[in-house]
């Protein structure tokens, strides 16, 4: 059976502007890369994986982004400012991002967002025109399983939604898509989903990941994703060395920057010359928009 992303037109009530962005890991797979800077903030291509995701959500006419930080927080703050992409951005820091996971970043943002959103983690790289069907919410993109794929995978059921939701370890057949890890959740999903998010905190659950709350509300019928389907030759997701090298070959055919191999980055990541530190010693890859100054939020430090 033969799967397609369905295209519904958008309204102005129902489209998704606002993103929120989890960068609040170590990325130690990376290292040395990110030893000094968050994963994020690593170059692909000479164009680091943060403005690159900008600039996707820039060209869908995103207004506001959300960021949860914690490695190297400093780093992102200098490198994004207030604003970016003409987008307001607010900053989340956590405090427990060495013994934590996802679950705890998302939980972190509960108070700041009552609107439908884009929840995408910040190692991920893609031909941001894939983006256009992921902005009606309830929506997660999904790919055809390709050998370098591991983690979280889905199945259809026969209504077209996602049916259910399986852990790395299980095993797959040609009925299994893997998550891109990028979701559009509506306003109601979103008030659900917090729901869970609090019980598993409360349950000091912090070391766990939102795909498994994912994964319960699907069981129990009350999660409807629809699938939007992402070509596998045109998004990669980039934990290791091996991850980014693979991702800077495909986004050679995209973007024509010369290619900085991974190995070369390690030995110039603590050159001055190098293009992380460029940007953080004030080389603003946003500098068109203005940055006024703005309120700290609450939950930001």
């Known amino acids: 059976m033969r799967y397609r992303t369905l295209r519904p037109s958008l309204n102005n009530d129902e489209r998704v502007s606002t993103a929120l962005l989890l960068a609040a890991g170590t990325g130690s797979r990376l290292a040395p ?19 690159r995701l900008v600039d996707s959500l820039q060209e869908h006419n995103f207004k506001r982004l959300i960021i949860v930080v914690g ?17 307001e951005i ?20 509960r108070k700041l967002i009552n609107e439908p959103f884009l929840l995408i983690e910040s190692d991920l790289v893609f031909d941001s025109e894939m983006l256009k069907d992921m902005l009606t919410p309830d929506r997660i993109a999904i790919a055809e399983l390709s050998p370098w794929m591991d983690g979280t995978t889905v199945t259809i059921n026969r209504h077209q939604k996602i049916g259910a939701f399986y852990g790395g370890d ?16 509506s306003r109601k999903t979103w008030h659900l989903v917090r729901e869970r998010l609090e019980r598993q905190i409360s349950a000091n659950m912090m070391n766990g990941y939102y795909e498994t709350v994912f ?4 069981n129990e019928g009350c999660l409807s994703f629809s699938p939007v389907f992402f070509d596998p030759k045109r998004w990669y997701e980039i934990d290791n060395h091996a991850d980014l090298r693979a991702a800077e070959k495909m986004c050679a055919r995209h973007y024509q920057p010369q290619v900085i191999a991974a190995e070369q ?10 293009l992380v530190y460029k940007c953080l010693k004030g080389l603003d890859p946003f500098s068109k928009v203005a940055a006024p100054a703005m309120a700290a939020s609450p939950l930001s430090s």
């Not at 490695?71 to 987008?87: E, N, S, T, V, W």
């Not at 110039?268 to 190098?274: A, L, V």
Request: net charge positive; glycine share 4%.
């Open 90 to 109: 607010v900053y989340v820091t956590s405090p427990l991002y060495k013994t934590t996971n996802n679950i705890y970043s998302l939980w972190l943002t």
């Open 33 to 51: 890369l990110t030893d000094e800077v968050p994963k994020c903030l690593v170059p692909v291509n000479e164009i680091t994986i943060l403005k």
């Open 215 to 218: 994964a319960d509300m699907a």
């Open 265 to 274: 980055m390690v030995s110039r990541q603590k050159s001055k010359g190098s």
């Open 71 to 87: 490695h190297q927080a400093d780093c992102i703050r200098k490198f994004l400012g207030p604003f970016a992409g003409g987008m």
């Open 170 to 185: 299980h095993q797959r057949d040609d009925k299994h898509f893997k998550t891109v890890n990028i979701y559009s959740l």
